[in-house]
């Protein structure tokens, strides 16, 4: 079925297979923990009388609801709850009970969020980097850190500025605080002064959090990003951005998994309690919508004049109109990532020598699943002597080949999967594996699935070296163990300080601009937990973000804790910052990024401690056709000791084409077509032309946008660029604004040519069932066996939506009750689904349930799929698209 070719590609979002009679239990898109809530507690200004919990609890259970409490969040800015309600009692019905008690503000989900450099390898990402090893660079402690030159933190600590007397909070994995670069202790007097662990170890998002004190690092993220904030000099001589300032940790991972925005919210507010400066945060999901109880939270911490600081995302491939949650929030800095100009490599090193002669040392990604080989001695041995060999390894080895079992087998990367090749190999009896890559780009982790097999990678070059040497047949013994690490160091020949692919994209759905701006992020060296390696070089906007926490650290060191508000901080690291040109991840263009991938650009922190011009605006979002303001005042504050005249001119970025022609999909990063001709681009008329501004005065210009004409609407084109703002006293900033020619609520919602939505089996949700179907459900009283198949509702959309409704409608309708103009039998329980990605295939099982919580009666139904279109108004009908599936039957067994 050639329609439903798009599928194959996707993986359906985590489907939870019911398991009970409630078979709401689905993924809603953005991932959510089923049955768990939360409440936000109404709160009169007035009043100081904060809801007690436990008078809401016995609420609960006096209106026969079973729940289980799982956090309390009794907090200045965010007084509410949250519990798991029991599966039998999990229905729409039940949240609109508890919505209706007076004492209950809003309820929403419990949504699911990861770390995102999870999803970000080190060196594979980044397009072909690096052609020979060089010698490693020296570096002084005086910094010439390559990221710290990028973006001008090396001058701020020349002039002495290191972040001391900042307290910065940040919110991740936890931190080692033991390593040495960290301070070594935890508590007062320590470099971590303060945190702790909001979870346990075990936890992985979905279970009752288990609290202790201790915020020690067993995943490693956190670590890294700490050190990009706050490491002492050390052994690698490079520094955090603000290497004096002290830090908090509220850990809110366990080892592995997800988190809830529960945790979130109480680890942010923990934080906001514990008086940090700022909040740093790495963690996000997929969005698009600022309604999120996160959202919400960031919001009023920054609205307290506390600065949270947070990463764009690591969606970059997905093309425009994806970033994440909660860096979208208002008020929030949303941090985009910039590659390093320098590719550190940091490998296990290991020593071979030749004919038992002439001992080298090399060095090796060890193995995602297993990479430690122990202390041994053992000789080379490899299936092939060919460097050219695509698939070595990925057929079964000779009869002719020896008993492995005291080899290291050396196999060149490449066709079939790791696992594929270690199976072969472990067929003759291996019991370790070398790889050696296929590509010129360093070694990356293999991601060998097998823990009784160690494995690792070496480079592309010392396969090379390993191969001429047992063709000559030199034989190589290899010893491991022993610890040491093998750092070097090249020029990023590729990407050099631009925008990382991986880099998220905005705008939001509402067209606001984000990121806002960007830091080096694309393979960054820093701590990491000591029982992993101590040191790591990682890449994604969870390195980029850290690196803006330090720089407001600075910038506040610098001009005074209460210096600015959020959104006055953002204004001026996105005025100051350097914008930067396009970059495919091979290659670089001669225009300008749009301003939807990379915000200001890159970040210059000594402009923005030195710059004695204020702009009143961090950006300027000119929304679509329908909402297009064209008149924009901006106050412009000279904060210098001399009159200065500023004269100003557009400075265009390139205008992106969010779809192609024809697709209602947005385009992947490798498809998305630019222009950057002026014919593409904003004209913008200035009055007046020039503005001479007293010292300590402000001035006032009015910019009169005009936006492209001709471009094709129905390709949604992004155009951008930015206002520029020299003064004779040579500050020059960049004012970044964008919008869209096209009405945003003319996108298409939902991804129909993609063959969506269908109605499938909750045994293979991928695909569509013939129409008829017959389905025997449980029933009332009855339970689920693992043999019980649910009718379930597939849906991809192609562009975010506020409201998915899925409504039941019989086949033969008569007097059923109107929802938005329809008559339909109810909403399927768990529904409708709120603030909704895009590019997420969603799949619901349904077990008959309504939302009401009464079972429909046996019989043919079909599924109405309504979802809002973009600035919509929820009680229009016309203002959402409708899609109908095909009809299946029910039946139940008692
Ligand atoms: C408990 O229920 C009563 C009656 O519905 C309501 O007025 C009150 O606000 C509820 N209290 C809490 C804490 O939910
Ligand atoms: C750090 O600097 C010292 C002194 O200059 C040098 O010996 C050492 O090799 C450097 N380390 C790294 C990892 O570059
Ligand atoms: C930073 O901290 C170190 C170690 O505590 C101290 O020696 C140094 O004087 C501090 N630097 C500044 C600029 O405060
Ligand atoms: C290998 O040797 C190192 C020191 O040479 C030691 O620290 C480590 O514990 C040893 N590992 C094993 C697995 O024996
Ligand atoms: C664009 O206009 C719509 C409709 O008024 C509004 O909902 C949205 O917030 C606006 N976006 C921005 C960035 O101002
Ligand atoms: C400001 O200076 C920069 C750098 O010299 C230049 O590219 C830009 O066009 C200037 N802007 C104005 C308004 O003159
Ligand atoms: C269904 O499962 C629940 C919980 O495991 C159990 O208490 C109940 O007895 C089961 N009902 C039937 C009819 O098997
Ligand atoms: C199933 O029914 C739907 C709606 O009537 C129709 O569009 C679709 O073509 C049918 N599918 C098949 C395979 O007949």
Redesign the pocket.
């Known amino acids: 079925m050639s329609s439903f070719k798009g599928l194959v590609a996707k993986s359906v979002a985590a489907l939870a297979v019911a398991s009970s009679v409630a078979a709401q239990n689905v993924d809603a898109g953005a991932r959510i923990v089923p049955g768990a809530y939360i409440v936000e507690f109404e709160t009169p200004e007035a009043s100081t009388q904060a809801v007690d919990p436990q008078s809401f609890f016995s609420n609960l259970s006096s209106s026969n609801i079973a729940a289980e409490p799982r956090v309390d969040l009794n907090h200045e800015l965010f007084r509410g709850a949250s519990f798991r309600i029991d599966a039998k009692d999990d229905n729409q019905g039940t949240v609109d009970v508890i919505q209706s008690f007076q004492a209950v503000k809003k309820i929403w989900p419990v949504r699911l969020y990861s770390n995102p450099a999870k999803v970000i390898g080190t060196l594979d990402n980044l397009g072909s980097l690096l052609t020979a090893p060089s010698a490693n660079q020296k570096r002084s402690i005086s910094d010439s850190f390559s990221t710290h030159v990028m973006g001008g933190v090396d001058k701020l600590h020349d002039e002495g500025f290191t972040g001391e007397g900042l307290f910065v909070g940040v919110v991740d994995t936890g931190i080692d605080y033991n390593h040495p670069a960290l301070g070594g202790c935890f508590g007062p007097g320590c470099k971590v002064v303060a945190g702790t662990d909001l979870v346990g170890d075990a936890y992985t998002g979905s279970e009752v959090p288990v609290p202790d004190s201790d915020p020690m690092d067993c995943g490693g993220h956190g670590t890294h990003v700490s050190g990009i904030i706050g490491a002492n000099p050390n052994e690698f001589n490079f520094t955090g951005v603000a290497p004096n300032a002290t830090l908090g940790m509220w850990k809110v991972f366990g080892c592995e998994g997800e988190v809830g925005n529960d945790i979130l919210i109480q680890a942010f507010n923990l934080a906001y309690e514990a008086g940090v400066d700022l909040i740093s945060s790495s963690i996000g999901g997929p969005s698009g919508w600022t309604e999120d109880p996160w959202d919400v939270a960031v919001q009023r911490i920054t609205e307290k004049g506390v600065p949270c600081v947070l990463s764009a995302g690591n969606d970059g491939a997905n093309g425009l109109f994806d970033t994440s949650t909660a860096s979208e929030s208002l008020g929030s800095t949303s941090v985009g990532s910039i590659d390093n100009t320098e590719a550190p490599t940091l490998l296990t090193g290991a020593t071979y020598t030749s004919d038992g002669a002439n001992p080298t040392d090399f060095g090796y990604a060890e193995g995602g699943a297993n990479g430690n080989f122990?202390?041994i001695t053992v000789p080379l041995y490899a299936p092939t002597l060919d460097t050219t060999e695509a698939a070595d390894g990925c057929t079964a080895f000779p009869d002719s080949t020896p008993d492995l079992a005291n080899y290291v087998v050396l196999i060149r990367r490449g066709t079939c999967t790791f696992d594929v090749k270690v199976e072969n190999a472990v067929a003759k009896g291996a019991q370790r594996i070398l790889f050696y890559n296929n590509s010129p780009i360093g070694a990356t982790a293999p991601g060998a699935s097998s823990p009784d097999i160690p494995v690792g990678m070496v480079t592309a070059a010392q396969g090379q070296i390993f191969i001429d040497a047992l063709k000559a047949s030199t034989k190589i013994d290899v010893t491991f163990?022993?610890?040491k690490k093998i750092f070097s160091v090249v020029p990023n020949t590729a990407s050099a300080g631009k925008m990382s692919t991986f880099s998220s994209w905005g705008p939001s759905f509402e067209l606001w601009i984000k990121p806002e701006i960007s830091a080096p992020g694309g393979l960054i060296l820093s701590t990491y937990p000591q029982a992993k390696g101590s040191y790591a070089v990682l890449s994604g906007t969870s390195m980029a973000a850290p690196y803006i926490s330090g720089v407001v650290a600075l910038l506040k060191q610098i001009k005074g804790k209460k210096f600015g508000t959020p959104n006055e901080i953002t204004a001026l690291l996105a005025a100051t910052a350097q914008p930067v040109q396009f970059n495919n991840g091979a290659a670089t263009e001669n225009f300008l990024a749009p301003v939807v991938q990379q915000g200001g650009g890159l970040v210059n922190a000594f402009e923005a401690a030195h710059t004695t011009t204020v702009l009143d605006l961090d950006n300027i979002a000119l929304n679509d056709t329908r909402y297009f303001k064209a008149i924009h005042p901006l106050n412009i504050k000279n904060t210098g000791k001399k009159a200065q005249t500023y004269t100003f001119a557009n400075l265009i970025a390139a205008t992106a084409y969010t779809l192609t022609t024809g697709s209602i999909v947005p385009d992947l990063f490798t498809d998305i077509e630019l222009a950057s001709d002026a014919a593409s681009a904003a004209t913008i008329r200035f009055e007046p032309k020039s503005l001479t501004i007293g010292p300590g005065k402000t001035g006032r210009l009015t910019m009169l946008f005009t936006r492209p004409q001709g471009l094709d609407a129905a390709r949604i084109p992004v155009y951008s660029g930015y206002v520029s703002i020299n003064g004779t006293n040579g500050d020059s900033l960049t004012l970044p604004y964008a919008g869209i020619t096209s009405r945003i609520k003319d996108a298409k919602i939902v991804n129909s040519p993609a063959g969506y939505p269908f109605v499938s089996s909750s045994r293979a949700p991928n695909f569509p069932i013939t129409n008829g179907t017959v389905f025997t459900l449980p029933g009332k009283g009855a339970n689920a066996t693992a043999a019980t198949v649910f009718p379930t509702i597939t849906f991809d959309l192609a562009m975010g939506s506020r409201i998915v409704r899925l409504d039941v409608v019989p086949q033969n309708v008569r007097n059923l009750p109107r929802i938005l103009g329809q008559q339909v039998l109810g909403a399927i329980a768990g529904t409708p689904l709120e603030n909704q990605p895009r590019n997420n295939v969603v799949a619901v099982p349904w077990d008959g349930t309504l939302a009401n919580g009464k079972l429909a009666p046996a019989g043919k139904y079909k599924i109405m799929l309504r979802a809002l279109k973009i600035t919509g108004d929820v009680r229009n009908e016309h203002d959402y698209e409708r899609f109908d599936t095909g009809y299946f039957e029910i039946k139940y067994s008692t």
């Open positions: 122990g202390n163990g022993g610890g």
